[in-house]
């Protein structure tokens, strides 16, 4: 069971990280968006160029997983010592 | 003296042609560099917007374009604010002191035209971090004649400059041979430019 709870928040980020696409780079805070417009604006077939915004946005990265395991650690060694500290209480 | 007063006046057209000198400071802010780095364990991409610079071009003879594409390194801009940080520092492109990454074209060679698009091997040099190396790169050019109207309202020609080609961050001193593994050495550069001729 103190194992069980313990390996949740490890099972939360990794999933949420997962979720977000896997990116082993870092934590990004800013998302940017391509688009093609027109050179002039209405006629496309005078060619485009690339446009490129950016905002500011959350996507996870590797740090997610590994935080997670820092808190799953955490908390089980949390349990483990409350246990052993609640068996023996002159520790 | 007024002939050579007329004479000297003529000399530039003389030795230019027609050429035409486009500025490539873009009012709309569309003018953008993107970059790409794939890395064994890191994929790191970007784009940079501070884009400056005048190419002299004459539609006639495209073959002797030449001029200048000029980038502040400081508006390099990627994901992550502290990977930025660290791009923008002294270890690796220390812009405060190489504000200017600059690509200065000598000429076209190879030139083929096709209606409005003119694709060539331009040959120029790229300077990055001080270091300038000699390169050539396919491009390709679509002359939009009295098109700046349209775009930017006011009259004048359009000049989009467009290419992709790879450089390698060993070659310009930029950490050579270290953190290949999430720093990929070579770093594939995409431009899609417009510049304007503004009739006077």
Not at chain 2, 36 to 54: K, R, T
Request: aromatic share 10%.
């Amino acid at each position: 069971m103190q194992l069980l709870i313990s390996v949740i928040p490890f099972l939360v980020t990794f999933a949420f990280w997962i979720y977000q696409g896997a990116r082993l780079s870092f934590w990004a805070t800013s998302i940017k968006t391509i688009e093609e417009i027109a050179v002039i604006e209405g006629m496309p077939e005078l060619g485009t160029q690339t446009k490129v915004t950016w905002h500011e946005g959350f996507i996870c990265g590797i740090e997610t997983p590994f935080l997670g395991i820092f808190f799953s650690l955490c908390i089980f060694l949390f349990l483990y010592f409350r246990k052993r500290s609640l068996k023996n209480p002159i520790l | 003296m007024k002939i050579l007063l007329l004479i000297s006046s003529f000399l530039p057209v003389l030795a230019f042609g027609s050429s035409k000198t486009f500025d490539f400071k873009d009012p709309k802010g569309v003018n953008t560099i993107i970059f790409q780095l794939d890395a064994l364990l890191e994929s790191i991409s970007g784009s940079a917007g501070g884009i400056s610079g005048n190419i002299s071009f004459d539609p006639e003879n495209p073959g002797l374009t030449k001029g200048s594409i000029i980038l502040d390194a400081s508006s390099l801009r990627v994901d992550n604010p502290v990977l930025q940080e660290h791009m923008h520092g002294e270890n690796w492109l220390n812009v405060s002191k190489y504000p200017n990454i600059e690509f200065s074209l000598s000429n076209l060679r190879e030139v083929k035209k096709e209606n409005r698009s003119i694709t060539a091997i331009a040959d120029g040099k790229m300077t990055i971090r001080n270091v300038t190396l000699k390169m050539s790169t396919p491009v390709e050019l679509t002359y939009l004649a009295g098109m700046l109207e349209k775009r930017n309202k006011t009259p004048g020609d359009l000049l989009v400059v467009r290419s992709k080609f790879t450089v390698s961050r060993e070659e310009f001193g930029i950490k050579p041979g270290e953190y290949l593994d999430k720093v990929a050495n070579d770093i594939a550069i995409s431009i899609n430019l417009a510049g304007a001729y503004p009739f006077k």
